[in-house]
Every structure is written in structure tokens, then in C-alpha cells.
């Protein structure tokens, strides 16, 4: 069965810091991979995602996320936090094919940004 | 495209009574999820439909909570009694996922619902 493992509840980082948070993941093949940010109160938007080819990938606010096959990873970085980036940030699977429409959570990572 | 969207955005209600959450997926899109999250739990699927039919429900916590999707433009999360540990922010998301072999989702702003 899929899962997916984020190790970090709790992150805080300065503004400009860089960050990384950390997902793993289990399958039994490369799954689809997401990355969802939620700010406080609001619903879930897509940062990037990872389908094949390039396992960097480019997301949206300056986000990247590299696929590691080996290690059944696929953390995501930022270079230089800013402020406006404290949410919640959750690690998603998808199953490849077949009828399975659903995607597989993260518990999340919530992300402080201290000034 | 206006998005998913839900209503009402919050629902405040008394033990005991019926609450029905709405939902409108994105124009087009195949599937449609019902999430939960809450801060003790996080995010938990509760049921999904694909072309209006629901292909699992394996979520849904207990007999209290039914959804329906009568057509591709609208569904219906119901609790009939809702109680104080329902209270949670509820999620419609929608998928065009169709025959591609993708699952990205498209999430809706979320009804908060407090039982008290």
C-alpha cells in the first residue's frame, strides 16, 4: 500500500534562510508526487508536481523539488524563505493507472518564518 | 474557471441536528473527493466518486455521514446526527483525471463546521 512519510511537524527557519522538507515515500513503483501548500484558513494549492523525466522540478513562489528514486524521497527546497511562505506544506502520492483516483497525504509540515 | 467550490464556508450547529455540505467541481473534471482534516488527525479522504459514482467510501467514519453526487456539477456531504467530534474543516477537491493516468487535484476553500 502507498504511504507517505513527512518527518518534521514543525519547522521554523529566518527569513532568507534556505529551507528543505523532507518526504518519503512508499510504492511499489515511481509514483506521481505533489507538493501542496495550505495557508492558514485557506484550502490546499498546488506548489509542483512530478510525473517523469527531469527529477528536479520547478514549482510555483520559487519552490523545487527533487525525486530520488533510491532513496523514495521527494523533498522540497527554497533558497531564500520569505514571510509570506509560513504555512502548511503537505507531500502527496498517486498511484500510476488503473481506476485509482486518489491521492495519499502527508501528515504536513507547518512552517514558521522568524524575522 | 471560478475553482471548486463549496458552501456554506462555515457552519456552526448543535448536537443532534443535520448538516449537508455542498460542493461544485471544476467544470470537465472526472473525480471528486470528500476530505476531513482536522488537527488531531490531519487530512483523511473520506470517500471519492468517478463519473458521479462513488468508488470508495472506505473513509467515511460511521453510518451518520452519506454523500451523494446526482450529476457532474454537484455533491452533497450529509451527517444526520452531527456531533461535537465532527467539528472539522471539510474538503472538495476535483480531478481531471479522466483515462490519464495522473491524480492531480483541485482543491476548494473548505466549509468549517463547528458542533456544539
Known amino acids: 500500500a502507498q504511504s507517505v512519510t513527512q518527518p518534521d511537524i514543525h519547522i521554523t527557519v529566518s527569513e532568507g534562510a534556505s529551507l528543505e522538507l523532507r518526504c518519503n515515500y512508499s510504492?511499489?513503483?515511481?509514483?506521481?508526487l505533489f507538493w501542496y501548500v495550505q495557508s492558514p484558513g485557506q484550502g490546499l494549492q498546488l506548489l509542483l508536481k512530478?510525473?517523469?523525466?527531469?527529477?528536479l522540478v520547478q514549482g510555483i513562489k520559487g519552490f523545487e523539488a527533487e525525486f530520488k528514486r533510491s532513496q523514495s524521497s521527494f523533498n522540497l527546497r527554497k533558497p531564500s524563505v520569505h514571510w509570506s511562505d509560513a504555512a502548511e506544506y503537505f507531500c502527496?502520492?498517486?498511484?500510476?493507472?488503473?481506476?485509482?483516483?486518489?491521492?495519499?497525504f502527508g501528515k504536513g509540515t507547518k512552517l514558521s518564518v522568524k524575522p | 474557471d471560478a475553482g471548486v467550490i463549496q458552501s456554506p464556508r462555515h457552519e456552526v450547529t448543535e448536537m443532534g441536528q443535520e448538516v449537508t455540505l455542498r460542493c461544485k467541481p471544476i467544470?470537465?473534471?472526472?473525480?471528486l473527493f470528500w476530505y476531513r482534516q482536522t488537527m488531531m488527525r490531519g487530512l483523511e479522504l473520506l470517500i471519492y466518486?468517478?463519473?458521479?459514482?462513488?468508488?470508495?467510501d472506505s473513509g467515511m467514519p460511521e453510518d451518520r455521514f452519506s454523500a451523494k453526487m446526482p450529476n457532474a456539477s454537484f455533491s452533497t456531504l450529509k451527517i444526520q446526527p452531527s456531533e461535537p467530534r465532527d467539528s472539522a474543516v471539510y474538503f472538495c477537491?476535483?480531478?481531471?483525471?479522466?483515462?490519464?493516468?495522473?491524480?492531480?487535484?483541485?482543491f476548494g476553500p473548505g466549509t468549517r463546521l463547528t458542533v456544539l
Open positions: 466518486f468517478n463519473n458521479n459514482v462513488p468508488i470508495d
Open positions: 477537491a476535483s480531478s481531471p483525471l479522466g483515462l490519464a493516468a495522473y491524480n492531480e487535484q483541485f
Open positions: 512530478y510525473f517523469s523525466g527531469d527529477t
Open positions: 467544470s470537465g473534471h472526472d473525480y
Open positions: 502527496a502520492v498517486g498511484a500510476r493507472g488503473g481506476s485509482q483516483g486518489n491521492l495519499i
Open positions: 510504492y511499489g513503483a515511481t509514483p506521481y
